[in-house]
């Protein structure tokens, strides 16, 4: 009976604390002001790791991004460069929406990517395909990014299978770099 009862308690702490999230509306206000698509226009480099569900980084990576917009329609370019060689490319296609929401999609995305911006803050969701050891799996994203200031932005993603934290990724980007970084990783 003690085991069942510790089982259970694992459970529902686990419930809880996967299905408690900020609120988008808690960054109203909040300064810079954060315009995905006036930010993500032109060139701008990232750097990030990648860590494992007990912290451990597991990759790190530099992006090279080109965005750009026709009207609300963009198309952001991501060139990705790890540290064991590895170079992957996803492009983005977004589409802004009224009152600061976006959709997008990409090759690698399930569906449709679902985001909001509000304040200095812009929060995205959707599912993407990882490769791993020869499988894909269907994780889900979690994406916040903070707007700093004019150049800088920073990006935390938890990423979760079955409702279960399976990783997490920590990104900078900075657009006051007029070329491209990433070549040297």
């Known amino acids: 009976m003690k085991k069942l009862i510790t089982i259970l308690l694992i459970t529902i702490a686990i419930f809880l604390a996967t299905s408690c999230s900020t609120d988008i509306h808690e960054y109203q206000g909040e300064q810079p002001r954060f315009d995905l ?82 304040g200095f803050a812009f929060h995205w969701n959707y599912v993407l395909k990882v490769p791993v050891d020869g499988s894909e799996y269907n994780i889900s994203m979690d994406d916040w990014m903070y707007r700093m200031d004019k150049n800088r932005v920073m990006n935390k993603t938890t990423m979760k299978k079955f409702g279960v934290r399976v990783g997490e990724v920590t990104l900078f980007f900075d657009k006051s770099l007029s070329v491209t970084q990433c070549k040297s990783m």
């Open 37 to 118: 698509k006036d930010y993500f226009t032109g060139n701008i480099t990232a750097w990030g790791m990648l860590q494992n569900y007990s912290d451990k980084v597991t990759r790190r990576f530099c992006v090279d991004i080109e965005g750009k917009w026709k009207a609300n329609k963009g198309l952001l370019k991501e060139t990705f460069y790890f540290d064991d060689g590895e170079v992957t490319h996803r492009n983005w296609q977004l589409m802004k929406m009224e009152n600061g929401k976006y959709l997008g999609t990409a090759s690698d995305v399930v569906g449709e990517a679902k985001g909001q911006e509000q």
